[in-house]
T-cell receptor, first 111, second 113 residues
């Protein structure tokens, strides 16, 4: 069974640009979660999508947004990139909280 | 919102000793408490979890205890081995928030031979 897959693995962007990160959940999982892991700040919850809708978001500004597609895959968009957005972005999927699994992440570097 | 505190931030033990990591949470609605192990450059891996209707759970050398009244939960690793060296994260969540995880800041565990 394929796990949670994320792309790209690495992404380098310039300050002010937009970044798009993608996540494919485990087959059968309807919920997708996004987390930011910045150096020294641990893992912070960003967004939760379920059945195509944004259900909850963490304490992040509106320039962090995303969507979930009919096939339950998801993308995270970060607009107006700032240097402090440099981090590992992790996606996880579950079915009603069961089988919670993380992907390998996208390393975003803002220069 | 939920606030999870984790201690200690670093822990060094000798191989064969036990390691204990403690977490507290603030939201009494939290009912799911997983623990993750993250090795350098890798994704977090679930090692054990506990739900609020259980006080203790064990899986081989790893155990987790939960005290709902005091709002704290702990990870116990016995007979530690060098391959247990990693960063460990506790988290708390509840079904109402769709199991969005609120993480502690992590404990860097070093097991020396």
């Amino acid at each position: 069974e394929a796990g949670v897959t994320q792309s790209p693995t690495h992404l380098i962007k310039t300050r002010g640009q937009q970044a798009t990160l993608r996540c494919s959940p485990i087959s059968g999982h309807t919920s997708v979660y996004w987390y930011q892991q910045a150096l020294g700040l641990g893992l912070q919850f960003l967004l939760w999508y379920d059945e195509g809708e944004e259900r909850n978001r963490g304490n992040f500004p509106p320039r962090f947004s995303g969507r979930q597609f009919p096939n339950y895959s998801s993308e995270l968009n970060v607009n107006a990139l700032e240097l402090e957005d440099s981090a590992l972005y992790l996606c996880a999927s579950s079915f009603s909280g069961n089988g919670y699994t993380f992907g390998s992440g996208t390393r975003l570097t803002v220069v | 919102g939920e606030n999870v505190e984790q201690h200690p931030s670093t822990l060094s033990v000798q191989e064969g000793d036990s390691a204990v990591i403690k977490c507290t949470y603030s939201d009494s609605a939290s009912n799911y408490f997983p623990w993750y192990k993250q090795e350098l450059g890798k994704r977090p891996q679930l090692i054990i979890d506990i739900r609020s209707n259980v006080g203790e759970k064990k899986d081989q050398r790893i155990a987790v205890t939960l005290n709902k009244t005091a709002k704290h939960f702990s990870l116990h690793i016995t007979e530690t081995q060098p391959e247990d060296s990693a960063v460990y994260f506790c988290a708390a969540s509840n079904s109402n928030s769709g199991y969005a995880l609120n993480f502690g800041k992590g404990t860097s565990l070093l097991v020396t031979p």
